[in-house]
């Protein structure tokens, strides 16, 4: 029986090398990738993008316009504003309970330049007081703070016509 034929590589045909000058070795060879440059660029039109996307700034109407006589609740701090062209709306948060709190703003909106026309209490427990003067109105909506002591009061105006 006849031996089977085993291939062996030998050392000269397993790699052709040929000298190669090294400038046609970089023109031969695809240039490396660099996301440096691109990632730039693709943050500029990002960023570009987000811009033209960002809606104008509203413009919310002025303190004096619309609460000139703002009767801040005592021991309040402001949580938030919010508001239009005509009207804002403040948010405070007091380490008062709501009864005297009330209290506090019946006193306030009873006397000169307000006058008390509406003392209104809703069926989550809130009340709404609504004030008027010589100029713009005044909502004041007071209730429990959720999960602690004290109260949120509401404030809104807006500008008289």
Known sequence: ?????????????????????????????PPRYSPRPMRRLMIVVLGLGLMACAEPARKQADVGETLPNLPI???????????????????????????PMLAYYRGVLGKPPWRLVSDTPSPDGAVTLYAEQDGPSIWVTIR??????????????????
Request: glycine fraction near 8%; hydrophobic fraction near 45%.
């Open 1 to 29: 029986m006849a031996k089977p034929l085993a291939i062996r590589p030998s050392p000269t045909s397993a790699v052709l090398r040929l000298p190669m000058p090294a400038s046609l070795l970089t023109r031969l060879l």
């Open 73 to 99: 609740p005592p021991n309040g701090e402001i949580i938030s504003r919010e508001g239009g062209e005509d009207a804002l709306k403040f948010r405070f948060r007091s380490d008062l309970a709501p009864e």
């Open 144 to 161: 429990k703070a959720d999960g602690a002591a004290g109260s949120f009061v509401d404030i809104a105006g807006a500008k008289a016509k």
